[in-house]
């Protein structure tokens, strides 16, 4: 079978292609590569590999130069008669950026984006599956401390934190326009953070915060507000699973579920031995947050209550440098303090029923696995381009 990848150079995107790429009931797989040239492209494939020293085929893997943001992709991607025999697409590109100042490109890239993949797609007479990477958080904010199960979404009534789980619901709901039903596979991770494996995980994506809450130590967020989050590696395995086994349903959760899942508390508490030199974390409570941002203004007669952690202000003083850079780091932190406390699970139930990988390790148990990784990430990088 001849396989069709975008976002190979993404978090995901590389696992996916790794793993893939160890299938032999794969022969080629096309990634769709931003880049200037072939070879550039080439480069940042072999990048992929190079990362965790993973076995490259240069017979297997393929680069397509294009962008999901130019309109005349449809007639790119037509153009290339190789990609005529295509049997599978797994679409995993997109824009994740959770910043507003990005709303007009997340749109473009993962509505308009889609759209020109769809419009290729459909013609492509060999396509037994148009595997589509959504999120489970397409729930939006309405649903709170539950568990939540696949048929539950797309809700079109849904109210969205941010742009980017918007129109990555929008582009589920478009699937049924361009391909009939029995060709749609929609996955939809959860949170993914970090590698279960002893690696330096392929990004920072969401990892950041994690580092972030450890420079801090003062953290206004429900500790005990329940998370999904599972390792990359994992999600990989268990995609590339569903893809090629008999499934039983056509939308998966790809989640930690009940039994796997984690918060705040346990996975600070997991880290915290480790930099003993730090105050041990601290939660408070979210109305604090504001607080927080006075403090770093130096407006200290607006601070408060916030005053009484005097232990951990002493400590941000020697840490910052200048306390505004604070502002900084709660802006890109903000949403993922929303995220946080709505306490979603996401039932995986359909996915342990269909594929044979074991449950996941819960996020407080994998993590340690990446806390040498967790010092060298750049947290203000993080924030900037949350
Ligand atoms: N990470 C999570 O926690 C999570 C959770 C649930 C679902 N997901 C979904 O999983 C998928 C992969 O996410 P990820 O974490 O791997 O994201 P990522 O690390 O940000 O990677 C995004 C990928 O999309 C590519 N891309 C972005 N804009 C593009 C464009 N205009 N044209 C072509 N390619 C473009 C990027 O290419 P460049 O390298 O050129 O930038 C990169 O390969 C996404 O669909 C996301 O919605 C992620």
């Known amino acids: 079978m001849n396989l069709f990848l975008t976002g190979a150079t993404g978090f995901l995107g590389g696992e996916l292609l790794v793993t893939l790429s160890k299938r032999s ?15 550039e492209a080439n480069k940042r494939l072999i ?16 680069p397509i130069v294009g962008n999901l943001s130019d309109d005349d992709l449809t007639s790119t991607l037509n153009s290339h008669k190789e990609l005529h025999s295509i049997n599978l697409i797994v679409h995993s590109a997109a824009n ?82 361009y391909l009939p039903e029995e060709k749609i596979l929609v996955v939809r991770p959860s949170i993914i953070m970090g590698d279960s494996k002893n690696k330096i995980p392929r990004s920072s994506v969401i990892l950041w915060t994690l580092a972030a809450f ?9 500790p005990l507000s329940k998370i999904d989050i599972i390792p990359v590696d994992y999600a990989a395995e268990a995609i590339t699973d569903l893809l090629l086994v008999k499934r039983n349903y056509d939308v998966y959760h790809i989640s930690a579920g009940v039994d796997s899942s984690t918060n705040s508390e346990l996975c600070t508490r997991k880290i915290e031995s480790y930099f003993p030199e730090k105050p041990a ?13 006075f403090w770093a203004k130096g407006r200290m007669e607006d601070i408060g209550e916030l005053a009484k952690y005097d232990k951990h202000l002493h400590y941000w003083e ?23 406390e709505l306490g979603q699970i996401f039932d995986n139930s359909r996915l342990l029923h269909d594929v044979s990988l074991p449950k996941p390790k819960p996020a407080h148990e994998y993590i340690i696995n990446n806390i040498e990784f967790l010092e060298s990430i750049d947290i203000y990088e993080g924030a900037l381009d949350p």
């Open 96 to 177: 994740t950026s959770f910043s507003k100042n990005c709303d007009d490109l997340i749109k473009k890239v993962n509505i308009n984006g889609l759209e020109n993949i769809l419009n290729w797609a459909k013609d492509l007479k060999h396509l037994n599956t148009f595997l589509y990477i959504g999120t489970a958080t397409i729930c939006g904010k309405d649903i709170k401390n539950k568990v939540i199960r696949e048929e539950e979404s797309p809700n079109s009534n849904a109210h969205h934190l941010v742009t980017y789980t918007y129109t990555k619901m929008i582009g589920e709901m478009m699937l049924s326009k």
């Open 47 to 62: 990048h992929v590999f190079d990362l965790h020293g993973d076995f490259y085929q240069p017979e297997k893997i393929i």
């Open 318 to 340: 020697s840490i910052l440098g200048e306390k505004s850079r604070l502002r900084i780091l709660f802006a890109g932190l903000e949403p993922y303090f929303d995220f946080i």
């Open 281 to 293: 974390h601290q939660f408070v409570n979210r109305k604090l947050a504001n607080n927080m941002r």
């Open 25 to 39: 009931d794969i022969k080629k797989i096309y990634c769709l590569v931003r880049a200037k040239s072939v070879d």
């Open 214 to 222: 450890n420079y801090l130590r003062l953290i206004p967020v429900n």
